[in-house]
């Protein structure tokens, strides 16, 4: 059996210091000193110094850290889902062929902004061995790499910072006349942010303003950077259970698809979808950028669609400088250039904005050059009205999958600006670019879709926006109120009624759920009834699915039997796979179990 000594202490009102030693018999090892300005930790050969600005180290070992959203996670580990820590062996490096090769020198000095710049932005771990490893350093670092690379790649416990298990786990690898050496770095003002943002978004997943503006005055009195702030933000976000499970679904399509060198329809489908629900659960794109970006998303779809080919023939009259301009892009051209940006954005087909950014570059030069300055003039023309339309597509999806979304004066004038715009072109163009796919959309929600309707009609006939902002957030107080009802009566039922719930138990309910309501914030307004009724057969109608069908689904993988419940029953399909992604985690079962059917379903939206 081994012991540990530790030694716990702060450099400063930032940075915290954990050190660990391991040995068979510890209790006689003497491994630090400390005076005014630096604390050293040491062994034969080895030595990591803490002062107030930087760690130093000599000898063998490394740095890991759990990977978060902001570090650059290599390929390699991308591929490899089991694959949790970022390991970096000191004098480490690789060759152009993609070997890892090793130096004798292992000195390094590294301020304390860039380990948690470069790790993680809260917890940073330093290690070097003793007894069990001999030769040069670069034999050592090869000799530790081999003893414990995998394990440290994959460790739990350095998420956890749980140090006594991983200690434990560590040095059962090595030998018995070892010391094993581990110093944690905390950044205290970023764990306090950090801490603080989960606690509001874990209650509130949509921050209030006044709440958020205590965040800011945390960070500006912490003196935190944004650049952090946002890497701690899109980490917490992600180590929501919901968001986990979406973005993990994602980034595991997207591996396969990138062993295989192609995607399918189907795939991309499944990724469209989830980009759907990432919108819905206020994901931010920055936890899909790095995915996509890494593993090269935008070479897997390398069929080059009709839609694509038309936009390179209506392109390429920009460049002709034979032709008069008003004659190379037409209105019609317009229309079938903006049909064309809905396909790909449908599609996800970044090769459309790659044609768009290879024609502005060509016309600058041919400016340059002396051309006519009026090409560039008729492509920022051509970018406005993309812009009006993909500024339109995010604001309407917002308000469609979005719950609780804010609906504000400023957008609902820029969608009506937008609106105008385009239906110069060509009559109805705004309502056929925005709408008809939308409208048609599986996992458009009964409350999303209210609102789309909404909005649709005020556009049509010129509503004022201030009528506008009166039906739309009457439907989101609907939304919230049945939101709030449903999470009450489900919580009610839990813990006081057994599963059939007579009509006198109903109204009792009805009473109960008015004084929770009371209760919490004082709403002493009756509930309309209709919401209350809607929420009771909804439930029942979950109930039966989760006790009747879904095991049947999961057992035969019935898929016609899971897409049948979803149309007939009206439940918001988001909703559903929360639901079964909360009995799959109650029984312990695999959300593979369940895979080939959603996709299977997804295929065909």
């Known amino acids: 059996m081994h012991q540990e000594l530790r030694l716990h202490g702060h450099i400063d009102d930032s940075i915290e210091y954990y050190v660990t030693v391991a040995a068979h018999q510890a209790e006689g090892c003497h491994f630090y000193e400390r005076d005014d300005e630096v604390l050293r930790i040491f062994s034969p050969g080895n030595e990591v110094r803490l002062d107030r600005t930087g760690l130093r180290h000599w000898g063998n070992g490394g740095t890991f850290c759990e990977y978060m959203y902001g570090i650059d996670q290599p390929l390699p580990d991308l591929l490899k889902r089991e694959v949790k820590n970022r390991l970096v062996m000191y004098g480490a490096s690789y060759r152009d062929n993609g070997e890892l090769e090793f130096c004798d020198d292992t000195s390094e000095r590294i301020p304390y902004d860039t380990i948690f710049e470069e790790g993680h932005a809260i917890s940073n771990c330093f290690f070097f061995v003793t007894g069990s490893i001999y030769g040069a350093l670069k034999t050592q670092q090869e000799g530790l790499l081999c003893l414990l690379g995998k394990v440290l790649k994959r460790t739990p416990y350095v998420a956890a910072n749980d140090d006594a298990r991983l200690v434990d786990e560590l040095f059962g690898l090595l030998g018995h006349k070892s010391h094993f050496y581990l110093i944690r770095l905390l950044n205290k003002k970023h764990q306090a942010y950090a801490e603080l943002f989960r606690n509001l978004y874990f209650k509130y997943r949509t921050i209030p303003d006044e709440e958020y503006e205590n965040l800011t005055v945390l960070a500006q009195r912490l003196g935190i950077s944004d650049h952090q702030q946002k890497r701690i933000r899109i980490a917490v976000m992600y180590a ?35 980009k759907t629900l990432a919108t819905r659960n206020k994901i931010p794109p920055a936890l899909f950028d790095p995915l996509e970006e890494n593993l090269k998303y935008d070479k897997l779809v390398d069929q080059e669609q009709d839609y694509i080919a038309e936009t390179r023939e209506i392109l390429s009259g920009l460049l002709l400088n034979r032709l008069r301009l008003d004659q190379a892009i037409t209105r019609d051209d317009m229309v079938r250039l903006l049909e064309a940006k809905r396909l790909a954005m449908n599609n996800r087909d970044y090769l459309f904005d790659q044609i768009l950014l290879e024609t502005s570059k060509a016309c600058d030069e041919m400016v340059f050059a002396g051309a006519d300055v009026a090409s560039v003039e008729k492509l920022s023309s051509i970018i406005d009205y993309f812009e009006h339309y993909e500024r339109s597509v995010t604001e309407i999806n917002n308000l469609a999958f979005m719950v609780g979304v804010r609906i504000e004066e400023p957008v609902l004038r820029g969608l009506q600006r937008s609106c105008k715009a385009l239906d110069r072109l060509d009559q109805g163009l705004f309502d056929r670019l925005l709408f008809k796919d939308l409208l048609s959309n ?14 649709r009609q005020a556009l049509r006939q010129g509503w004022s926006v201030d009528a506008m902002i009166d039906a739309l957030q009457n439907v989101s107080r609907d939304e919230n109120l049945y939101g709030r009802l449903l999470g009450i009566v489900k919580e009610q039922l839990r813990i006081k009624y057994a599963r059939a719930v007579t009509w006198q138990d109903r109204s009792a309910l009805r009473d109960e759920v008015a004084a929770i309501l009371v209760c919490q914030d004082g709403e002493k307004e009756p509930f309309p009834e209709q919401i ?21 689904i999961i057992r035969d993988s019935d898929i016609a039997l899971r897409e049948d419940f979803l149309i007939n029953s009206g439940l918001d399909r988001f909703y559903i796979e929360e639901l079964e992604n909360s009995y799959l985690l109650r029984h312990g079962l695999d959300e593979r179990v369940l895979s080939a059917v959603r996709k299977s379903t997804d295929g065909r939206d």
Do not use: W
């Open 240 to 274: 929501h259970r919901d968001n986990r499970m979406v973005v993990d679904e994602y980034r595991d399509i997207l591996v396969d698809c990138h062993l295989r060198g192609t995607i399918s329809r189907q795939e991309n489908a499944r990724l469209t979808r989830l």
């Open 532 to 552: 209350f009724y809607d929420v009771m057969v909804n439930v029942e109608k979950e109930f039966f699915y989760l006790q009747e069908l879904l095991p049947r």
């Open 442 to 455: 599986k996992f458009l929600g009964f409350y999303g879709r209210r609102k789309v309707l909404i909005l």
